[in-house]
T-cell receptor, first 113, second 114 residues
Framework: DAKTTQPNSMESNEEEPVHLPCNHS???????IHWYRQLPSQGPEYVIH???SNVNNRMASLAIAEDRKSSTLILHRATLRDAAVYYC??????????????FGQGTTLQVKP | DTGVSQDPRHKITKRGQNVTFRCDPI?????LYWYRQTLGQGPEFLTY????????KSRLLSDRFSAERPKGSFSTLEIQRTEQGDSAMYLC????????????FGNGTRLTVT
């Protein structure tokens, strides 16, 4: 079962920042926090991941709480092309694990022009 | 980087028929995963290969399902005696071995069983 909790849906206005929350209160020391998104009729696409520290890349930023029990994906300026389902996933990297991703329901982000 | 390629994109079959899907991962990726996704749900893990070895299978993978990855390159997923409940999007993903390596997904094969 997925070990994360996300809101079912969120709305944003174009060119405004978007903060997508994720709760993972049962996170273990060997779990990385991964975010993927899925645009309509496409496979999931990697967005960003982190362990303890905040992370930035060209797509987004990831803010991780100090106790690691929650995180927030930040899209700095939403565009219409960012409308997608966003998945927050804990990836277990302990020895012998296959590293598979367990997807939940995700958050459906709507971006209004 | 040509990405993960899946073939066919769409498949319509009658109940009881066998179907086979193909996945071509990114060439240097030794990890390969199969997922299934039904409408409105997140992808569900089916099976995992490291090179040619199938190392994990989900309980979702009934005896009618079989997957192979000969020579550790492309992979096939076969469903025998298809049922209407098999209708779904079948997704393939690949990655390098390192834990910092994300999964790269193909755009899937959509199966419709009539």
């Amino acid at each position: 079962d997925a070990k994360t909790t996300q809101p079912n849906s969120m709305e944003s206005n174009e060119e405004e920042p978007v903060h997508l929350p994720c709760n993972h209160s049962t996170i273990s020391g060997t779990d990385y926090i991964h975010w993927y998104r899925q645009l309509p009729s496409q496979g999931p696409e990697y967005v960003i991941h982190g362990l303890t520290s905040n992370v930035n890349n060209r797509m987004a930023s990831l803010a991780i709480a100090e106790d690691r029990k929650s995180s927030t994906l930040i899209l700095h300026r939403a565009t219409l092309r960012d409308a997608a389902v966003y998945y927050c996933i804990l990836r277990d990297v302990s020895s012998g694990n296959t590293g598979k991703l367990i997807f939940g329901q995700g958050t459906t982000l709507q971006v209004k022009p | 980087d040509t990405g993960v390629s899946q073939d066919p994109r769409h498949k319509i079959t009658k109940r009881g028929q066998n179907v086979t899907f193909r996945c071509d991962p990114i060439s240097e990726h030794n990890r390969l995963y199969w997922y299934r996704q039904t409408l409105g749900q997140g992808p569900e893990f089916l099976t995992y290969f490291q090179n040619e070895a199938q190392l994990e299978k989900s309980r979702l993978l009934s005896d009618r399902f079989s997957a192979e990855r000969p020579k550790g390159s492309f992979s096939t997923l076969e469903i025998q005696r298809t049922e209407q409940g098999d209708s779904a999007m079948y997704l393939c993903a690949s990655s390098l071995t390192g834990w910092d390596s994300p999964l790269h997904f193909g755009n899937g094969t959509r199966l419709t069983v009539t």
